[in-house]
């Protein structure tokens, strides 16, 4: 996997910059208007809130500038004597900036009515003092703010990477489990066609031949891990016509599912090892053949799905015997699609053995 660079953190939207401060200058024109009234003078309140509302706009032209700046010099987990000198000296420029524009504003245009106007310094010193530590206070909010929203943005970058990892792994575990499956069966199949030669039935070796094509013609066009049932049951049984060339009456093979459920997504070459196994470690040994039955059926939320064989019954060390690629394989892929909602079990009935899938509904339109 190829290593770009570190995404870029994104600037905080204009808007919400604007709506910020707009929502801070009101509270501080209103105070002003209260103050100017509790002091009993009436008239210019128009002019007074329009100036205190402006005031601001200093604080928010210099917020993106105050935002970049705690990213390049972070105080948060472990700050710099550089980036400390850095943010207090923007404190100390915003602060003048700002409180000059409004000693300004104060001045030009008298909100208060005083009969004897200020000097400049004299406004300025005043603004300091009563905005003082309001300045400090709005600029380590924008630091908070802005600390909390790149955090925010790290962590839900983090659970999509980790999301898209985990789904890149999962693909590729899925498709080696199924590049594992197809020379097993391929193997297997083969053997079977030996097999065929070497009992001199050779038109029902050139049959399975045939059919083995068309089902590796089908297979190398698609290696979707995901699969309609429908698509499913197809194919077992194309591999079904296969063995029955070998065994011929003495396989018998059925399927009972509702039309409704061959719509429902299940994982790819599922049935098949399945009906492989019973094939071959059930009906093979027998002389005079067997049934294989596959049957699906719904209950709530979930889909089982069902492999029945009538052959004699498993021992109780079956699965340290070896219970096959195909097992094996299918419970990991289960496993890695559905996780614990996922479930294969091999139980023994009477007058014969069943393989039960359990998974998760999923049914496509």
Known sequence: MSHSAAPRVPMISWRWIALFWFAAALFEATQSLFMQHAMGRRGGEALLFAIELTGWLPWALATPFVIELARRHPLVPSPTARGIA???????????????????????????????????????????????????????????????????????????ETARLGEELS??????????????F????????VGLIRDDRKAAAVDMIVGLSEILRRASQDHKPVVFLAEELEYVQ????IQKVRFGERLTYRVDVAEALT????????LQP??????KHGLAERVAGGEIRV????????????VYNDRP?????????????????????????????????????????????????????
């Open 313 to 365: 019954a498993l021992a109780a060390d079956w699965e340290t015997d070896g219970a096959g690629v195909g097992l094996a394989n299918l419970r990991t892929r289960l496993g890695i699609m559905h996780g614990d909602a996922a479930d294969l079990a091999v139980r023994n009935l009477d007058g014969g053995v069943e393989v039960v899938v359990t998974l998760p509904l999923v049914v496509a339109p």
């Open 295 to 306: 049957a699906a059926v719904q209950n709530g939320a979930v889909l089982s799905l069902s």
């Open 171 to 184: 693909k590729a575990q899925l498709a080696a489990l199924l590049r594992q499956m197809e020379p097993h």
């Open 263 to 270: 719509n429902a997504q299940v994982p790819s070459l599922l």
């Open 274 to 279: 399945l009906v492989e196994n019973a094939i």
């Open 86 to 160: 850095a943010h207090l000296t923007a404190l100390f420029g915003i602060t003048m900036i700002a409180e000059g524009w409004s000693a300004a504003l104060h001045m030009l245009f008298n909100p208060w009515a005083h009969r004897q106007a200020p000097t400049f310094l004299d406004t300025l010193g005043a603004t300091l003092i009563f905005h003082g530590l309001i300045c400090l206070f709005a600029y380590m909010l924008i630091l908070a703010i802005t600390y909390l929203v790149d955090s925010r943005d790290k962590v839900a970058r983090k659970v999509a």
């Open 238 to 241: 194309r591999y079904v016509d």
């Open 186 to 193: 391929l193997f297997n199949t083969l053997n079977s066609i």
